[in-house]
């Protein structure tokens, strides 16, 4: 397996001939976390889409750049979600409606090993499934006794859920996209206290938000994305300072770390 998790290298995506993306260089190895950071409109979106294959780079001048996810080009979408799980509040609001919303805790998380959302047949699961998908349940303190449907429970324990649905397969690494969206500031903690508990099991975390507040102790490095481009590449420190912060936003902004979280608010 490679050591670099992702590389991009000339990244141009189009849409309706108009540029909302341009990479030219970006390599994050396996042993970082990182957070992709940046405003509404910057193509945090668009780059998470390149990752999860749901976007392919644009051909242009009949060059079309590369997206390299650990060490290959080509993938099967549904092998990758074995190596690169994906937790967003999208996927969250498809299980609180219709036949997926009516699953119990495991039968939601069980379907993570097909990358489904509708629940497994009987005959496909085997008990080694549902020990790791109660294990992980367990993890994030979601309780097997529970009657409840998925659709019923609060955001906060769906979104918890939904963790446990994307380890279950034990990927090499998380996509989360702005994971506490929607959440009151108690499930808020709660839940990003498991996502750093979950970097000491092993799992690379990639974040991708623009809430400060989401960004955990553990990430060493920040790439903050302004109106589709690389705007800047490093350390947190440096990446959530007033300067670089009123900089990628536009206005002036002040900002502090206090007990390793970091916030902002406008000058």
Not at 94 to 115: D, K, M, N, W, Y
Not at 207 to 232: A, D, M, S
């Amino acid at each position: 397996m490679s050591d670099c998790l992702l590389e991009l290298s000339n990244v141009i995506v189009e849409r309706n001939s108009n540029r909302i993306l341009e990479i030219p260089s970006l390599r994050v190895v396996t042993t970082e976390h990182c957070c992709i950071f940046g405003p509404n409109g910057s193509g945090k979106s668009t780059f998470l889409k390149l990752l999860m294959r749901f976007f392919y780079p644009s051909a242009v001048s009949d060059n079309a750049g590369r997206v390299t996810i650990l060490g290959r080009e080509e993938w099967n979408v549904w092998d990758l979600r074995a190596h690169l799980g994906f937790v967003s509040s999208e996927i969250d609001h498809h299980f609180t409606t219709g036949r997926s919303g009516r699953l119990s805790p495991l039968e939601a998380v069980l379907t993570g090993f097909t990358s489904s959302e509708l629940e497994l047949p009987d005959e496909d699961v085997t008990e080694a499934m549902k020990s790791e998908a109660s294990r992980w349940l367990d993890f994030f303190e979601i309780h097997l006794s529970s009657q409840h449907r998925v659709a019923w429970m609060s955001t906060g324990e769906r979104r918890r859920v939904m963790l446990a649905r994307a380890m279950v397969r034990t990927p090499q690494a998380l996509l989360l996209d702005e994971p506490t969206a929607g959440l009151d500031l108690l499930a808020r903690e709660r839940l990003m206290r498991k996502i750093e508990a979950m970097t000491d099991e092993g799992i690379q975390i990639i974040l991708v938000t623009h809430h400060l507040e989401e960004v955990i102790p553990q990430v060493q490095r920040v790439v903050c994305l302004c109106r589709g481009k690389l705007f800047f590449d490093g350390s947190p420190e440096k990446a959530f300072s007033a300067d670089n912060l009123s900089r990628l936003f536009e206005h002036p902004v002040c900002s502090a770390r206090m007990q390793q979280r970091w916030s902002a608010r406008l000058a």
